[in-house]
């Protein structure tokens, strides 16, 4: 049963290479999701999907591979949005309102991939008629949104996961189990970024469903840029530290698109942490020239997980420009007790590194997210950590946006810690 599965649990493995089972445990706890996958070959799970639209038409696209799941209801209160699921689900059964498709006793659980500014209140309906939950990121519209739905998931008991899909994304894994090992030396820094060129619309069919359509455009029900990308790529951070930062500041306008938005265009935050480590992100929408990555910096060697790759400080040959600086330096100051710091220029390094999995990245963690999601409802098993990841994730997102939209330096808020057990990353063997 398993090897149909186009999603299995050996090729996982393999794609993580030589990593032992222990330090994976202990880098990335949620993959307790895949214990029990060898005895649930034959179980099956109902679930009904609220919000078919463009994200959830795609999660739709790896539920139906995985032969453990029958997709049995839709809902959403756009009739293009219901009649494409249909399309790909004759089947299924069709809502307006998402309240019938929760009192169908039949579904097990419920994926949401409805606008930001709805997650809350399905989710809380969804726990209250029984079900478990996937919920896209980023999960509330506000912090006390999140603290409600992570506490409604305690209180039920019901799985919880959120759609933070490099949690579950070979590549990241490695990397972070790598970090944790020491490998890159302490993390100091990290820059993450998302840029695009583009005004970020989708096109109307009439002027009256403009909010509805471009709903991340608009204050009321989104955040825009934060609550949208940062949620990932700041949960890589504080995944890649094993810390939650002390502080957050940061800055947004609207610079560009002038169009009638309501949300910025262009933002730049820092969180520290600490120990003095920091972890800088930003997006400006008008210049994709750097693209999305997180650069984590140890003092030892660098990762850029979205390339999949990995760099060490010190490579031989150096670029024969600075080999020559240095041949200079070395005979002029060899011999000088005082020579120091060098006055060749800090170039950006030619080394063109490693690949983290030994290969080109070719998944980005959402079908195996989803598949442990499946996993997780098919044993009743919540995996460790992983509601606290989505949870913090996109509490670190509206914090940024506080700070922003406040214009002061946040402190981390005491009334929305949750118990996070630290990464205890000081246990991992060096492999
Ligand atoms: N994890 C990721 O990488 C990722 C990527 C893209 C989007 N997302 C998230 O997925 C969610 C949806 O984004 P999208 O781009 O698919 O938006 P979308 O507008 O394409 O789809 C949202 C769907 O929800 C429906 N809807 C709105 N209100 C509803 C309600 N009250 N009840 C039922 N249906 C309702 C809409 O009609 C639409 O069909 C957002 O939370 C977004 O942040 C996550």
């Not at 034959?42 to 799941?69: A, D, H, M, T």
């Not at 490579?315 to 100051?333: R, S």
Request: hydrophobic letters at 40%; aromatic letters at 12%.
């Amino acid at each position: 049963m398993e090897e149909q599965n186009p999603i299995n649990r050996r090729m996982f493995l393999k794609e993580l290479g030589m990593m032992g089972a222990g330090v994976l445990a202990l880098s990335s706890p949620w993959l307790s999701a895949f214990g029990d996958v060898a005895h649930t070959g034959k179980e099956r799970c109902r679930i009904g999907l609220i919000g078919p639209g463009s994200r959830g038409r795609f999660l739709l696209s790896f539920l139906l591979q995985n032969p453990k799941v029958d997709v049995v209801a839709f809902a959403d209160v756009y009739q293009p949005s219901l009649d494409e699921a249909l399309k790909m689900v004759p089947k299924a059964k069709a809502y307006k309102d998402y309240h019938q498709l929760l009192d169908d006793k039949s579904i097990d659980a419920v994926v949401v991939a409805t606008p930001l500014f709805t997650h809350c209140q399905i989710v809380l309906d969804a726990y209250d008629a029984g079900k478990h939950v996937f919920c896209e990121k980023t999960i509330g519209y506000t912090m006390a949104e999140c603290k409600q739905m992570y506490d409604k998931h305690l209180e039920t008991g019901k799985i919880f996961f959120s759609g933070q899909q490099r949690l579950f994304d070979p590549r990241y894994i490695k990397a972070m189990a790598m970090i944790h090992q020491g490998l890159f030396g302490p993390v100091n820094c990290i820059h993450a970024f998302w840029n695009r060129n583009g005004d970020w619309r989708r096109p109307v069919p009439s002027p009256e469903l403009e909010k509805h359509i471009n709903w991340r455009l608009y204050k009321e029900r989104s955040k825009g840029l934060m609550t949208e990308l940062a949620c990932h790529q700041l949960q890589v951070g504080t995944w890649a530290l094993g810390k939650l930062p002390e502080k957050v500041m940061g800055h947004g306008a609207i610079t560009f698109w002038k169009d009638g938005r309501e949300v910025y265009d262009n933002i730049n935050t820092i969180y520290t942490f600490d120990k003095g480590e920091m972890m800088t992100w930003g997006s400006d929408i008008a210049n994709k020239f750097y693209g999305l990555e997180e650069q984590i910096l140890g003092n030892l060697g660098t990762l850029e997980p979205e390339r999949g790759k990995f760099y060490y400080e010190t490579i031989d040959p150096a670029p024969a420009f600075l080999q020559l600086i240095n041949k200079w330096e070395n005979e002029i100051f060899g011999a000088l007790p005082f020579a120091g710091t060098s006055w060749a220029p800090e170039t950006a390094n030619q080394n063109k590194g490693e690949y983290i999995l030994g290969k080109e990245p070719d998944n980005d963690g959402t079908s195996l997210n989803l598949f442990a999601f499946i996993e997780a409802v098919i044993t009743g098993k919540q995996p460790h950590r992983i509601a606290e990841e989505g949870y913090y994730a996109s509490i670190l997102c509206l914090l940024g946006h506080e700070a922003i939209t406040n214009g002061t330096i946040m402190d981390f808020p005491a009334e929305y810690k949750i118990d996070y057990p630290s990464y205890n990353t000081q246990a991992l063997p060096k492999e």
